[in-house]
């Protein structure tokens, strides 16, 4: 298991829930001082990262890119999956095939969260879900030969009001019917709509393919209500062994938040890629 920070470029809008606002390379310099194994890019376009000063940030740090994110791709520019216009959803589309083969460079995902977009007033939810897939399904057609993932994930009611849990993740996933199309469940969103961590992470065990992690409230874990030593003997029993990503919000600033997430999750990262070990 590795641990990840989400952070963004220095002018991310705050609809990017982000500790760091940096210039990619510093934002990687300070994750790795705090002992993360990774960031996730928090995007608005592919053409915001410098490739190869990163890569060379990523080499001199031995930090990984695991995911690239696009929520604000849908919060900032309103582009999204199930827009009426198809001209939008083609321009979200365009977005995200960026993301993918940027993702390719660094072999890491991209996730569609927020970007699928809403159930718009006085439309059928058959609608939204229709025009959704044939988005998911041209971006799956650029993602799978480069590799490269397409993660879903479920995002809470008061953000948008079209799969906002698990089971209806995996739905969307099911239907879809490309291999490359995984869950990707966030434990602050989880918390709001799942009835049950367990239940939800032992239903999706076999699409997992990352994980973000928050406290109730949106802080650093530790820092609201949420048993995280319960949430992560459900990902040992289901055997999740992939990034456990920490997207919370800079409170009381972004120094702090990304030292206390660091400092609780390491250690039980720690414990838990030591019992793995000992049960091989
Ligand atoms: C939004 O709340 C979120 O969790 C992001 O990762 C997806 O846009
Ligand atoms: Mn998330």
């Not at 990017?16 to 705090?34: I, K, Q, W, Y």
Request: charged share 25%.
């Amino acid at each position: 298991m590795k641990l990840g920070l989400a952070v963004s470029t220095a002018d991310a809008l705050p609809s990017a829930f982000v500790v760091f606002r940096d210039e990619l390379g510093r934002a990687v310099e300070r994750s790795a001082a705090l002992g993360y194994n990774g960031v996730e890019l928090a995007l608005l376009d592919a053409g915001q990262v410098d490739t190869p000063r990163l890569k060379e940030r990523l080499r001199a740090t031995g930090l990984d890119v695991p995911c690239i994110s696009s929520g604000q791709v849908f919060a900032a520019d309103r582009l999204y999956f199930t827009h009426p216009d198809a001209a939008v959803r083609q321009a979200a589309v365009q977005r995200i095939v960026g993301m993918i083969r940027l993702a390719a460079e660094f072999g890491a995902k991209v996730n569609t969260g927020r970007v699928r977009g809403v159930i718009h007033e006085g439309e059928a939810a058959a609608v939204a879900v229709e025009r959704c897939l044939e988005c998911l399904r041209a971006c799956a057609d650029v993602a799978e030969p480069l590799g490269v993932e397409l993660i879903v994930e479920p995002v809470n009611r008061y953000e948008v009001n079209f799969v906002n849990n698990c089971a209806e993740g995996l739905e969307l996933i099911h239907r879809c019917g490309r291999k490359c199309v995984r869950l990707m469940p966030d434990v602050f969103h989880m918390n709001i709509e799942d009835n049950s961590f367990r239940q939800s992470f032992e239903a999706g065990a076999p699409y997992i393919s990352y994980v973000h992690v928050a406290d109730s409230n949106r802080l650093a874990p530790g820092w609201g209500h949420l048993d995280f030593r319960e949430i992560f003997s459900v990902l040992e029993d289901i055997g999740y062994d992939g990034w456990v990503t920490a997207e919370i919000l800079p409170k009381p600033d972004p120094e702090a938040a990304a030292a206390q997430a660091a400092r609780f999750l390491l250690p039980l990262i720690e414990e838990y890629s030591r019992r793995m070990a000992t049960a091989r």
